[in-house]
């Protein structure tokens, strides 16, 4: 095992497998909840090799060990299986960060991040492949009736088509209800007759007309109006309607009679669930998705220029302290709801700037070690966009790096929103979200394309030539 010497002493400076309550790991870090909380020893963690920085973040208990965390998370279950986040263990985890927390918008957010964390390296190549194929066609490659460009855009898009049957199957992993139920209650928000049926415009009337809920129906399940809404595009309304049959199931099961407990159970859950979602629980998520989508461009229009400068400036802040995990799925429900995001727009520069700041570095330091680790910082924030090697390793420990780091961020943010870009594919962080930027139709380069090439650009150079004018090598 590859890293059965650090996971051995990260379990020992956490207090030991006995003291694990729960672990569980995110895009960089291992999560854990402690049942004792004072045998955390930061500072030995801190200082292990291969660990790049540990702190405790709203109720858990947070080891920083990079791009690699899938791997050891691996190995530290087999080393240590009383830690697996099972289902039982993982509802635990679950309720001791709640109950750490007892904050139900932190609750909401995790929940929502551990649902769609498994689905973002297929959202980012399916928003690559897309932004791709666009330019492909806008540049005369690739016409938009020949065959190669229908199979490849289908290839692109067929994520995002069926989006509520994927956000359908890994909602029931994290409510522990059957995959397959699952994935039915998220199909049946694009099922096709369904889709017609309420898309019906002869039969289409209002109902609380003139509030803020008004909203159109064009049929009824036994006398209640069902509300009119497109949800083939959304991720809260699948959530909210799995976790609502989740309860459903969990009521029913173990009540049958054994023989007909197999079909029975899925029976029952689906003819109480899928109605009640259809009618009740979607409507309401869909008002909760318009609402953070709303608030979140109202806040943008106040000023795009003047909120872009300071979400990019303090981004890497934001990531030092792990509270930035809150915004992202904002943004992504905004993409969903919108067509678009302006969010992560607002944070392009921050890598990049990082990045140039570790190229710097690696070329000042003498250490061979140091400069490998710099440059191996630099290119992981270049090219997949992971900031935390550089942040951890060179930049939160040098004031004037950091300081130089957010404002050069802040001025890339405050660019993004002069220009109004906008994100138009779900792409990875890095070099690889420039298919992203690439607007399908209209004539000539996009222009939040350019602007984003040209941050990356020069926040870039501007962290590399600053850093090598500011940084000194300690010890």
């Known amino acids: 095992m590859a890293y059965k010497n650090l996971i051995n002493q990260i379990i020992e400076h956490v207090g030991g497998e006995s003291n694990v309550q729960s672990v569980v790991h995110c895009a960089t870090r291992l999560r854990f909840v402690l049942k004792d909380e004072s045998k955390f020893n930061v500072d030995e963690l801190k200082n292990l090799t291969g660990v790049l920085t540990a702190l405790p973040s709203s109720g858990q208990y947070h080891v920083v060990i990079g791009n690699h965390v899938p791997q050891v998370y691996e190995e530290l279950i087999t080393l240590y299986p009383g830690t697996v986040a099972d289902a039982k263990r993982q509802e635990v985890h679950e309720n001791q960060v709640a109950d750490k927390k007892k904050n139900p918008l932190g609750l909401f957010v995790d929940t929502i991040v551990s649902i769609m964390l498994p689905m973002v390296n297929i959202m980012a190549a399916s928003g690559i492949l897309k932004g791709i194929v666009i330019l492909l066609n806008a540049l005369g490659f690739l016409a938009s009736d020949s065959g190669a460009y229908n199979i490849l855009y289908a290839s692109s898009n067929v994520f995002y088509y069926f989006l509520p049957l994927f956000v359908g199957y890994s909602a029931a992993k994290r409510f522990k209800l059957e995959e397959t139920i699952g994935m039915a209650i998220g199909a049946i928000f694009f099922y096709p007759s369904l889709v017609s049926l309420l898309q019906n415009t002869e039969k289409v009337k209002t109902i609380f007309t003139g509030t803020l809920i008004q909203s159109n129906v064009s049929t009824d399940f036994f006398g209640i109006p069902v509300i009119f809404n497109d949800y083939s595009t959304t991720i809260i309304p699948t959530i909210f309607a799995v976790y609502f049959t989740s309860k459903v199931y969990h009521a029913i099961k173990g009540k049958l009679p054994a023989i007909v407990e197999s079909f029975g159970t899925p029976l029952l859950t689906l003819a109480i669930s899928m109605p009640i979602s259809l009618i009740v629980i979607a409507p309401i998520a869909n008002i909760i998705s318009l609402f953070l989508a709303n608030s979140v461009m109202a806040l943008y229009n106040i000023s795009p220029t003047l909120i872009s400068a300071l979400l990019g400036g303090f981004w890497i802040l934001l990531v030092s302290v792990g509270v930035h995990?809150?915004?992202?799925?904002?943004?992504?429900?905004?993409?969903?709801?919108?067509?678009?995001?302006?969010?992560?727009?607002?944070?392009?520069?921050?890598?990049?700037?990082?990045?140039?700041?570790?190229?710097?570095?690696?070329?000042?330091?003498?250490?061979?070690?140091?400069?490998?680790?710099?440059?191996?910082?630099?290119?992981?924030?270049?090219?997949?966009?992971?900031?935390?090697?550089?942040?951890?390793?060179?930049?939160?420990?040098?004031?004037?790096?950091?300081?130089?780091?957010?404002?050069?961020?802040?001025?890339?943010?405050?660019?993004?929103?002069?220009?109004?870009?906008?994100?138009?594919?779900?792409?990875?962080?890095?070099?690889?979200?420039?298919?992203g930027f690439i607007e399908q139709g209209g004539n000539g380069l996009p222009t939040g394309l350019v602007v984003t090439i040209a941050t990356i650009v020069l926040s870039t150079i501007a962290g590399f030539v600053l850093t090598l004018m500011m940084y000194k090598e300690e010890k």
């Open 325 to 435: 995990s809150a915004i992202v799925p904002i943004a992504i429900a905004n993409f969903f709801i919108n067509g678009y995001d302006v969010i992560f727009p607002m944070i392009t520069a921050h890598g990049f700037v990082i990045a140039g700041i570790s190229f710097a570095v690696a070329l000042k330091q003498k250490s061979k070690e140091q400069k490998s680790l710099a440059w191996s910082a630099g290119f992981s924030a270049w090219i997949p966009g992971v900031i935390e090697p550089a942040l951890y390793g060179f930049v939160l420990e040098n004031k004037k790096l950091l300081a130089m780091a957010s404002i050069v961020s802040g001025i890339g943010g405050a660019a993004a929103g002069f220009f109004k870009v906008k994100l138009v594919q779900l792409a990875p962080g890095g070099i690889f979200a420039i298919p």
